[in-house]
């Protein structure tokens, strides 16, 4: 049967971020995915394996050795060839009940009374070397499967002694446990043995819940032509998934980094030294799948919210999670290092900034000198990669005034919580800082009606969306044209004589679509282009109608960043902003 896309699953974006950390960097340890039933967690595993590619194997071993470095100790071999036969990457499932022999191996029955020797017959974990291995209701497994399933995992190996039979073969693989807390609980030292974990629970929105409902029938309708629908995207994830791996080893994780994972396992009180070690791989994975080849404190801290909650100490009732106040906290004693320039796909061959402080004419209006002296990290490394999309676009030297529209509906709360927003103002910033001398962005907070309206430089750019956002108090519905008028009042109150570049984000359509249309109509007039953001799901029905207003209107443009705007570079969410510029 075809199964459900990795890509179709709605929301739950730790969980598939997780999951794809493991498949960029599988030494960070496996999930261990904890939530109600009916929340995705099976379906989103079993899809996984789609993404991964295609592993190369010695034709006839039983146990998937690589052509060109096959296991010295394998059962089968010695193998003397370099040639192999490529096939899928391998899901493996390890039911609840199986047996120590299922998992392990053991002797060949059939060919010990056939032929009269002593043979060895793989278990799962042979079959899963080099893929996944997947335990549902993982903490309903026997310990004793447990310890061994982990020793495997945590050596890349397993050894076996049956009837006689002595033997050692690879097992390095992907493990992933799923389990509901209502039917009890694993064991701390089991727990701190899986190096990611990830709590799920079904959406209270009921737009998202709808949409969960909409994909499902249409899946089970139709599986293939729910699964071609989607294939554009599977292929973008296979590839990305490719090139962080190939990233990977290129990565630098520096002392500040270092002291940062340090300073946060030790403040959370963590027993051991392996959620230090999980932390950094786990941060180097974040940076090679952002395309990066340094890791920053982001990658830190998202690394900490996923390493962290099950091997902290906390008390029976205290809530499940981390303090994102406190990590924070400790997270600011310590700065990022220096950034170091980026591998961006858009102009390989495009020069470095000059950090000289005076530019040429058709040069950026400020310098990446004075960027990296009063920005933090992330606005540096986003102002190289706009120098690198505006020159592929012939725009390098282009002068306008930039305003940033931040949608503050119910529904953008997880995209304020998990740093998404901050993100997208952080690159707008280093977009300004290439257009405008003044390097500002005047952005508007609206919902229902106007919530309130801030500007964003260079000197306050670090956690300024969190900060702005929770001051606003409650959030409200969804009123484009109420932006709209907005932005155009200041554009005019200004005395502006060039051009305006409007960053206008939202997850949905507005509730009045008609005083929408009028609005940008309206603005027309004004020498004003505007570039819709959209965040959320790829087929989300509300976009049709953002999309339709873009293109109409004459002076729009549209860009769907998606349901993990944080998941993408620099680069790519740059050439989506300026799309139309």
Known sequence: MTPYPFTA??????????????????????VLVRGEKGTAKSTAVRALSALLPPVDV??????SCAPGAPDPACPDGPHDTTEGTARPARMVELPVGASEDRLVGALDIERALAEGVKAFEPGLLADAHRGILYVDEVNLLHDHLIDLLLDAAAMGASYVEREGVSVRHAARFLLVGTMNPEEGELRPQLLDRFGLTVEVAASREPEQRVEVVRRRLAYEDDPAAFAARWAGDEAGVRARVVAARALLPQVRLGDNALLQIAATCAGFEVDGMRADIVMARTATALAAWAGRTAVRKEDVR??????????????????????EDKLDEILDRFPDDEPEPEPEPVAAAAEAEPEADGEPADGPAVPLAQVKRRAGAGVAGAYKAAGQVLRAKGKAGARASVYLVLDRSGSMRPFYKDGS?????????????????????????????????????LDNSEGWVEAQHAALGR?????????????????????????AFVVFQTDGAPDSRQPAKQALAGAAGHDIHWQFVAFGEHDAKGFDFVQKLAEESGNAGFFHAGPAPLELTSAALLKGVLDRF
């Open 9 to 30: 699953v709605v929301g739950q974006a730790d969980l598939r971020l997780a999951l794809l950390l493991n498949a960029v960097s599988p030494a960070v340890g496996g």
């Open 58 to 63: 010695v034709a006839g071993c039983r146990f």
């Open 302 to 323: 998202q690394a900490a919210l996923l390493a962290l909650p099950h091997r902290r100490r906390r008390n029976p009732f205290d809530a499940p999670g981390l303090d």
């Open 421 to 457: 927003v901050q993100h997208l103002a952080e690159h707008t910033l280093a977009l300004a800082a290439h257009l405008d001398e003044a390097a500002t962005v005047h952005t508007v907070f609206f919902s229902t009606d106007i919530d309130g309206t801030a500007d964003l430089t």
């Open 475 to 499: 959030m409200g519905r969804t009123s484009y044209h109420r932006a709209v008028e907005q932005v155009v009042e200041h554009y005019e109150k200004s005395g502006a004589a060039g051009p």
